[in-house]
């Protein structure tokens, strides 16, 4: 599924995860900080990140759950039609077929 954008949501959400992941990286690498502190604030980034993937899966799930459901509910939508259409269709032919026998005997 697509937005507006022609973008996705799986793709939308690896950028804002990359870009996060680079923008932290950045970070790190500029700020005066020990080892033991670069390594435990990565640590928080990487928590993080791995926090708003799984939340971006679970929004993702949902949505093709969403999706799937409308679908299911418009397959179904479309097969009543198609059934009410063949109905009519026997009931018209079986009409014509009386009309046209009554035509024969007279």
Same mark, same amino acid.
């Given at each position: #599924? ?13 950028? $804002? ?18 080892? %033991? ?17 799984? /939340?971006?899966? /679970? &929004?993702? =799930?949902?949505? #093709?759950?969403?999706?799937? /459901? &409308?679908?299911?509910? $418009?397959?179904?939508? &479309? ?10 269709? %026997? =009931?018209? #032919? ?10 024969? &005997?007279?």
């Amino acid at each position: #599924m697509a937005n507006d954008r022609g973008c996705s949501l799986g793709a939308v959400g690896l950028a $804002f995860v990359t870009g996060g992941l680079a923008g932290a990286a950045i970070a790190l690498m500029l700020a005066p900080k020990s080892g %033991r502190e670069s390594q435990k604030q990565l640590r928080g980034y990487a928590r993080r990140a791995e926090e708003q993937v799984h /939340d971006l899966a /679970d &929004k993702a =799930t949902e949505f #093709m759950d969403q999706a799937m /459901d &409308k679908g299911h509910e $418009f397959v179904q939508e &479309k097969k009543m039609v198609l059934a009410e259409a063949v109905e009519a269709g %026997r =009931t018209a #032919m079986q009409r014509e077929r009386e009309r046209l026998s009554g035509e024969k &005997k007279a």
